[in-house]
């Protein structure tokens, strides 16, 4: 499985940024893909998730209402449609994808067996 993540960049605060994660090696029906973020200093932390068959999403609550993650089938691509940006959404973002073995908690990284090199989001105030 290889993930590679794009669209990042320098954002105003206020402003909106796509991230896309294209997904390649593998057949995904049966994944969860997931988005993360780490600030420099700070571990790494959990954005959010959405389930590749059904579309079930998950949000931290820092972005909820804010960010969108969304999945094209056909293109085998998970995005994270990221509005109203601040400060503090900077960090680099990184996609990962999750085959559910047993119930595997969402938010936290160590369950999620395949990793995207990351791409950088900037919010300038």
């Known amino acids: 499985v290889q993930l590679q993540a794009s669209g990042g960049g320098l954002v105003q605060a206020g402003g909106s940024l796509r991230l896309s994660c294209a997904a390649s090696?593998?057949?995904?029906?049966?994944?969860?893909m997931g988005w993360f973020r780490q600030a420099p200093g700070s571990e790494r932390e959990f954005v959010a998730a959405?389930?590749?068959?059904?579309?079930?999403?998950t949000y931290a609550d820092s972005v909820k209402g804010r960010f969108t993650i969304s999945r094209d089938n056909a293109k085998n691509t998970v995005y994270l449609q990221m509005s109203s940006l601040k400060p503090e959404d900077t960090a680099v973002y990184l996609c990962?994808?999750?085959?559910?073995?047993?119930?595997?908690?969402?938010?936290?990284?160590?369950?999620?067996?395949?990793w995207g090199q990351g791409t950088l989001v900037t919010v300038s105030s």
């Open positions: 990962a994808a999750l085959y559910p073995y047993g119930s595997p908690s969402l938010r936290d990284p160590s369950s999620f067996q395949f």
């Open positions: 959405i389930s590749w068959s059904v579309g079930t999403t």
């Open positions: 090696g593998g057949t995904f029906s049966s994944y969860i």
